[in-house]
Each structure stands twice: as C-alpha cells, then as structure tokens.
C-alpha cells in the first residue's frame, strides 16, 4: 500500500476517533448513539460521501454538529485500529456479531428457554421455525474463544404497525421485504449479562435494519425493562395490547428512517 495522503489521514483518524469517542446522547437520537462533537467539516462531509457516516447535522456557523458512524464506518474504524495496534471495545475482541447460521437454530431454541421463564419463553419448535423462515432477523453473538452463543436478537418484518400476540406464534406472519420489525426477543445468557453485550446486539441490528430502509422496530417488554431500552433510544408508548404470558407489558419503538 503506497503513503496516505495528509487527506487521507485526517479521514481516517478522524473515523477512529468518531468511533473510539461515541456516546449516548440522550435525545432521543437514532438509537440513541452520538459520535463526538467538533470535528473538522471537510472531513465530516468526505466520509459522509464515502457512507462511513450519515446524518450529520452541519451548521454554516461553524457550530457543534452531530454525526452517526454506518455499519460501514464502523467496520472501517475497526480496521484503522487494528492497523494502528490499538485496543478496540472488549466486546468486539472477544465476539463475533452476525446473522444466525442454520445449524445453530438447536442452540438459539436452547438459549430462549434458559432466558426467559416458562410463561414467556418461545418454544424450541417456534422459535426453530422462525430460523427457518427468518434466519436473516436473528442477529448472533458468538464468544469467539468458545464458539458458544451469547446472546441474540431476534425479529420478523413486516408492514403492519402495531404489535400483536401472534407474531410470536406464526412465522408464516414474516415478511422479508416489511418496513417495520417486530422484535420477538432479546436474549442473553446469564453468565454474559452486564458487559454491554444487549447493547451491542440492539445497536448492530437497528444500524443493520436502517442501511436496509426499515422505517421502524417495535418490541413490547415488562415494566422493570422499560428503563433499559429507553437507554438504548426506544420510546415508551405505554401499556401494550399484548397478554403474552399472562403479563402486563409496554410497547416500545425507535424510528430509524
């Protein structure tokens, strides 16, 4: 590879350092994730261009600005960092994020049962026909010294708006190409809890869903959840119309598009 130019270096220091410095912002915000404030605006708008970001607000006075890294920007940022030898998130040094492979739907139906109690969990058979028909909405983190699954996201898309039972019920309900998700589960083994990895699988799978024009994710979660999704930039609509389980729960959303 031949010397970067002194251009080419502000891009991607620039990147690395949006990605090292992100925080939450909020306010609401796509999924609530912000990268850092003040950078220069040349570079902003060469990697907007370039898709390693979007959305950034620009202001002709030279003000503060916010700017979201792409999926893409991300993958980027973490290339920059490895080529530098600097240390990334422990979370993506010990796990994979991706898509669900076939042979690991056994796994998935396994992991359901020990998340959620008896009342609320999907059965194996459910939650293996949903992997048949939807493999491309359950989202996976695999810790890569084990090759076990941590924890996964898991939906279905369609074009209804509001969120109803059978949705955990009928796969047959998924449409591939439906500009809203249902999400129907976020789980996370116990002894992985409280790293961040939830967070992580949230903010990959909306980063995921808005590159491909989703309009909007719905999830419905008990009351002690709400708190927690807020944090990831859902919003709170109030006592859902579900009964799954027998439980009261709350309907959530975050727009992406």
């Not at 996964?152 to 190409?177: K, M, P, W």
């Amino acid at each position: 590879m031949g010397k970067k130019t002194r251009q080419e270096t502000i891009d991607e220091l620039t990147l690395a350092l949006m990605y090292l410095t992100r925080f939450n912002d909020r306010e609401g915000s796509h999924f609530n994730e912000m990268a850092w404030k003040g950078y220069d605006f040349d570079s902003i708008e060469r990697l907007d261009q370039s898709d390693y970001i979007f959305d950034p607000k620009r202001s002709r006075g030279g003000a503060y600005k916010h700017a979201y890294l792409t999926e893409k920007g991300r993958q980027r940022a973490r290339e920059i960092l490895k080529e530098l030898d600097a240390e990334d998130q422990k979370l993506y040094e010990r796990f994979e994020f991706r898509t669900i492979k076939p042979e690991e739907a056994d796994e998935a139906a396994e992991i359901e049962q020990i998340c959620f109690p008896p009342n609320e969990a999907c059965t194996p058979e459910r939650i293996k026909e949903r992997i048949s028909v939807a493999a491309d909405f359950f989202y996976v983190a695999i810790d890569k010294e084990t090759g076990k699954m941590a924890g996964f996201l898991n939906g279905i898309a369609t074009d209804e708006y509001d969120f109803r039972d059978e949705f955990f019920t009928d796969a047959e309900l998924h449409n591939a190409d439906g500009k809203n998700i249902m999400i129907l589960g976020l789980d996370v083994l116990p002894e992985y809890r409280k790293q961040g990895l939830g967070r992580e699988l949230v903010y990959n799978y909306c980063r995921r869903e808005q590159n491909r024009d989703r309009k909007r994710l719905v999830l419905t979660c008990l009351p002690n959840k709400v708190k927690m999704y807020t944090k990831f930039g859902f919003l709170d609509r109030g006592e859902a119309a579900s009964t799954w389980g027998g439980e009261k729960w709350h309907e959530m959303d975050i727009f992406l598009n």
